[in-house]
């Protein structure tokens, strides 16, 4: 599967522009030119790895410019072997969100008898169901709730959400209620910022 996580371990994590294959072990890793790094508190999303041949994963993620980028991120030692330190204490986007300045636990919502965490949108964002259309969109204020970080697997700037509403005395409404699939998959904004303080969800 393919999540949305925190850099909660205390190390920044260096992402590479290439994943090649190493002759000897005939793992993959990542490689090539340094392309980005995940500071701490910093968001971003990792791909499901390919196989368990590959140490590194696919990784969106913003970048120096202040731009989405894509690159790739060594997460696994391989058959066996220690994982990177800074891989330690990584943490699922939908666990925390943002004052503004600080992270801290999101918070707990009942829905239908079944628990969800709630985030807010503080920049206006776009969902779109698992199909990649109905776009719908989302201004600033707007409450959403889901149960997990999963990420699109064609679109992994995009998170999985089960509900929204549009104020904190309004009902939940599913993202799709007519569709086969009722979720919504909603931009992380990485083109707006990355950090607790500029995060587009928080």
């Known amino acids: 599967m393919s999540y949305a996580y925190i850099n909660r371990g205390g190390l920044d994590v260096?992402?590479?522009?290439?994943?090649?294959?190493?002759?000897?072990?005939?793992?993959?890793?990542?490689?090539?030119?340094?392309?980005?790094?995940?500071?701490?508190?910093?968001?971003?999303?990792l791909a499901a790895r390919i196989d368990i041949g590959h140490c590194a994963q696919k990784c969106t993620f913003r970048n120096s410019s202040g731009k989405q980028?894509?690159?790739?991120?060594?997460?696994?030692?391989?058959y066996g072997a220690t994982a990177p330190k800074y891989m330690a204490n990584q943490?699922?986007?939908?666990?925390?969100?943002?004052?503004?300045?600080t992270l801290g636990g999101s918070l707990v919502v009942d829905i239908n008898g079944k628990k969800y965490r709630q985030l807010t949108v503080n920049k206006a964002v776009t969902a779109i169901d698992s199909e990649g259309k109905n776009s719908k969109n989302l201004p600033v204020g707007y409450l959403l709730a889901?149960?997990?970080?999963?990420?699109?697997?064609?679109?992994?700037?995009?998170?999985?959400f089960q509900y929204y509403k549009t104020s904190a005395s309004a009902s939940w409404t599913l993202f799709y209620p007519s569709g086969a699939k009722t979720?919504?998959?909603?931009?992380?904004?990485?083109?707006?910022?990355?950090?607790?303080?500029?995060?587009?969800?928080?």
């Open 14 to 45: 260096p992402i590479y522009a290439n994943c090649t294959q190493d002759k000897d072990s005939g793992l993959w890793f990542a490689s090539g030119t340094k392309v980005g790094t995940i500071y701490e508190n910093e968001m971003y999303a």
């Open 69 to 78: 980028a894509t690159g790739w991120v060594d997460t696994s030692g391989g």
């Open 91 to 101: 943490e699922y986007y939908h666990l925390l969100n943002s004052n503004g300045s």
């Open 146 to 160: 889901t149960d997990q970080s999963t990420i699109g697997a064609t679109y992994n700037h995009r998170m999985l």
């Open 183 to 202: 979720y919504g998959f909603v931009d992380l904004g990485f083109d707006l910022g990355s950090t607790p303080s500029n995060r587009a969800i928080r």
